[in-house]
């Protein structure tokens, strides 16, 4: 059975500092890795990942795929409020993606 | 750019009462997915179509029916919702495999 296990659940930090999430995953016929943010309303798309050890970024957003490991990592630098939200990690297998459970973030000003 | 539009935003329904939720995109894309999303779960699928003409299930397909309607629109339907349907729907689209999906707004439903 397919999983994706994202770590912690959640988590509360205050603005500057520096968070790591984290995504494994189980899936069978693994073609990429995606990240996206929630805020209120619709997941947003943050990152796709289908090489292992290309770092990605956006600001001060950057992420990174294991596939020997089969694991992802999400970074945020100098967090700030408006990071507060659900990160998203999901997985795609065959024309489906398996989307994790979330983890919450707070940052607390 | 009105990229993927789903109606309605909020609805509340009576055990056994049907509804269906409507979900149309303006990007040309070929394949429609519906999700719901509970608190502590993610996101789990229901059903896809990969492309026009297709339907395919999901995760979690139990109590639902679609219909691509045509290469726009893709329709959710509950015949007889219960309390277990209570959740945000949320419908997403993407041009082929291995693209981002991109998600409408989201309908909160509550079943009582």
């Known amino acids: 059975e397919d999983k994706v296990v994202q770590s912690p659940l959640s988590l509360v930090v205050h603005e500057g500092d520096t968070v790591t999430l984290n995504c494994s995953y189980e899936?069978?016929?693994?073609?990429?890795l995606l990240w996206y943010k929630q805020e209120k309303k619709a997941p947003t798309f943050l990152f796709m990942l289908?090489?292992?050890?290309i770092e990605k970024k956006s600001g001060r957003l950057s992420s990174i795929l294991d596939k020997k490991e089969l694991f992802s990592i999400l970074n945020i630098t100098a967090t700030q409020t408006g990071d507060s939200a659900i990160y998203l990690c999901a997985v795609e297998r065959g024309n489906k993606l398996v989307f994790g459970a979330g983890t919450i973030l707070r940052v607390k000003s | 750019n009105a990229g993927v539009t789903q109606t309605p935003k909020f609805q509340v329904l009576k055990t056994g009462q049907s509804m269906t939720l409507q979900c149309a995109q303006d990007m040309n894309h070929n394949s429609m997915y519906w999700y719901r999303q509970d608190p502590g779960m993610g996101l789990r699928l229901i059903y896809y179509?990969?492309?026009?003409?297709?339907?395919d299930k999901g995760e979690v397909p139990n109590g639902y029916n679609v219909s691509r309607l045509n290469k726009r629109e893709f329709s959710l339907r509950l015949e007889s919702a219960a309390p277990s349907q209570t959740s945000v729907y949320f419908c997403?689209?993407?041009?082929?495999?291995?693209?981002?999906?991109?998600f409408g707004s989201g309908t909160q439903l509550s079943v009582l």
């Open positions: 997403a689209s993407r041009p082929v495999l291995n693209e981002k999906l991109f």
């Open positions: 179509s990969a492309s026009e003409g297709t339907t």
């Open positions: 289908t090489s292992s050890g």
């Open positions: 899936v069978t016929n693994f073609r990429s």
